[in-house]
């Protein structure tokens, strides 16, 4: 049997997914509530029990005797028993979030391709990290060193933490992670970290322009989107050298493919006339300027190298956008 849960302060109303918690079926209807460890020992996800009943599907530490009997209720473990109505508070903003520095275990590592790979973190299983689609984390190593790194994976997907590290020569996380890294090891990181993220109470069409390893915030914030079932128009723009730096290029494919509201276009500045590259050419921001006039109306996520999260700005804000709708988080290399 399923049941309503109705948020008091909006009155909007969600399912209870089949023996899912308050705090799942809230994520999965795109509502942003806090949460912590999501085991029932740290309180983050407490909220109140207005109406309805509940109960815990493991044994709950993280709320007193006191708060249970003023109608508090852990919602990581709280599984309804009725239509219920709750007061929560919604997270919307990084400043919601509480930055944390966490221990992680490496599960996997993919390589993507020559000079990219793909991470996979897990959490010790009583903490989950809480973050916005795009934000990045800050890896801590040895003496004090930190090199940040965005989070790949949405954050309704928060199992295990997806990063993409480029191969960068004398780099010296990616030196380590290409050669030395093991499956298994333990790291550090704090975050999450940056204001990169989806704004999810816009109407605006939405650009999306990465370059290199800028594509992986872009991926969180697009299967954040689709998630949520935002048919906003999302075009993605991927500049990269040559064809084998695009990644991921057929799960951006499949985006498009799968979804009318999502266009892609891949965009290579460097191609001789050996490549048998059909697709756009040159720099990646003059092929948006190429095909789309006015700008004006849209919203601009942009991240990847300095050079070219800056000629987005420039141009775009020429072309009559105002700079207050680029959101944009540049990968500068860090040198100490
Ligand atoms: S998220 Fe920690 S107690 Fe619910």
Redesign the pocket.
């Given at each position: 049997m399923s049941y309503k849960i109705t948020i008091d302060s909006s009155k909007e109303s969600f399912p209870a997914g089949n023996n899912e918690t308050i705090?799942e079926s809230a994520l999965k209807n795109g509502h942003s509530f806090p949460?912590?460890?999501?085991?029932?020992?740290?309180?983050?996800?407490?909220g109140k029990l207005i109406k309805g009943n509940i109960h815990y599907q493991n044994e709950?530490t993280?709320?007193s005797e006191q708060e249970s009997e003023d109608g508090y209720a852990?919602?990581?473990?709280a599984i309804p028993e009725s239509d219920v109505i709750i007061e929560a508070k919604e997270i919307d903003r990084v400043g919601d979030i509480s930055i944390r520095k966490l221990p992680c275990r490496v599960t996997e590592i993919e390589k993507l391709n020559h000079d990219v790979i793909r991470l996979y973190l897990k959490l010790p299983s009583s903490e989950?990290l809480q973050f916005l689609a795009g934000q990045y984390i800050d890896l801590l190593l040895r003496e004090g060193k930190k090199r940040s790194f965005s989070l790949a994976n949405a954050p309704h997907n928060d199992d295990t933490l997806e990063l993409h590290i480029r191969h960068y020569k004398g780099g010296l996380f990616s030196e380590y992670a290409f050669h030395e890294l093991k499956e298994s090891t333990l790291l550090r990181f704090e975050g999450p970290l940056g204001t990169f993220f989806l704004r999810e109470d816009s109407d605006r069409p939405i650009i999306m322009v990465a370059g290199g390893t800028g594509f992986a915030p872009i991926k969180g914030i697009i299967e954040h989107a689709l998630h949520l079932g935002d048919q906003r128009q999302i075009h993605f723009y991927w500049g990269a050298r040559k064809e084998e730096d695009l990644y991921l290029n057929q799960l951006a494919q499949t985006w498009a493919d799968e979804h009318d509201h999502i266009l892609y276009t891949p965009v290579l500045s460097e191609t001789d006339k050996a490549d048998e590259w059909q697709g756009r050419t040159g720099f990646v921001h003059n092929a948006i300027l190429e095909d789309i006039e006015d700008l004006s109306t849209y919203e601009v996520y942009t991240c990847g190298p300095p050079p070219m999260v800056h000629a987005v700005l420039d141009s775009f804000v020429e072309r009559g956008l105002s700079a207050e709708y680029i959101y944009s988080d540049s990968f500068e290399f860090a040198t100490s």
């Open positions: 705090l949460y912590g460890c999501r085991n029932g020992a740290c309180g983050s996800c407490k709950v993280g709320i852990l919602f990581c473990q989950r």
